[in-house]
T-cell receptor, first 112, second 112 residues
Framework: RKEVEQDPGPFNVPEGATVAFNCTYS??????FFWYRQDCRKEPKLLMS???SGNEDGRFTAQLNRASQYISLLIRDSKLSDSATYLC?????????????FGAGTRLFVKA | ETGVTQTPRHLVMGMTNKKSLKCEQH?????MYWYKQSAKKPLELMFV???????ENNSVPSRFSPECPNSSHLFLHLHTLQPEDSALYLC???????????FGQGTRLTVV
């Protein structure tokens, strides 16, 4: 089983739709979690951190389910500009420190 | 001024060349990272430095040699690379290990 797994998609949705992505992780010792977005041929940019209590930033909501070992990202009222690849990041702590692991990403296309 | 800057943005080198990638962060962060992103593959963590000491080396071939002279600068020295090393090399920094990371724009490397 991969350490971090994401559905690669692509997800094709119309503008205004609500779309959700999940990301599962295998290491129960993981301590911090993030969502990044990456546009084609650009660097990843932090979208939001994921807290145990869940967090919301405008149209974006992130949640963590430690029992089932997954994090989720919900995007409401999709915009054309939301088209990108969404990467989940998991930080398990090992004896040498943190070991940051990126998922392979989920591609989203928002259509007019 | 962007938080993390990388130079050069593009690099073409022969297999017998020696070159260096440079990264500078202006965020006052204590941790810096090198990542490799190949086509259609997840980001791979190569090296982690925390307070100028290397804390992680994910079994990277010795033809890649990192250097962290101070907390603001990170280099990746390259020698006798192979064509399969062609990729986007991304530098990132974070306040501490395991915290959200901020990426530079990357160096797109082509080995011929």
């Amino acid at each position: 089983r991969k350490e971090v797994e994401q559905d690669p998609g692509p997800f094709n949705v119309p503008e205004g739709a609500t779309v959700a992505f999940n990301c599962t992780y295998s290491n129960s010792a993981s301590q911090s979690f993030f969502w990044y977005r990456q546009d084609c041929r650009k660097e990843p940019k932090l979208l939001m951190s994921v807290y145990s209590s869940g967090n919301e930033d405008g149209r974006f909501t992130a949640q963590l389910n430690r029992a089932s070992q997954y994090i989720s990202l919900l995007i409401r009222d999709s915009k054309l500009s939301d088209s990108a690849t969404y990467l989940c990041v998991v930080n398990p702590r090992n004896t040498g420190g943190f070991k940051t692991i990126f998922g392979a990403g989920t591609r989203l296309f928002v259509k007019a | 001024e962007t938080g993390v800057t990388q130079t050069p943005r593009h690099l073409v080198m022969g297999m017998t060349n020696k070159k260096s990638l440079k990264c500078e962060q202006h965020l006052g962060h204590n941790a810096m990272y090198w990542y490799k992103q190949s086509a259609k593959k997840p980001l791979e963590l190569m090296f982690v430095y925390s307070l100028e000491e290397r804390v992680e080396n994910n079994s990277v071939p010795s033809r890649f040699s990192p250097e962290c002279p101070n907390s603001s600068h990170l280099f990746l020295h390259l020698h006798t690379l192979q064509p399969e090393d062609s990729a986007l090399y991304l530098c990132a920094s974070s306040q501490e290990e395991g915290f959200e990371a901020f990426f530079g724009q990357g160096t797109r490397l082509t080995v011929v």
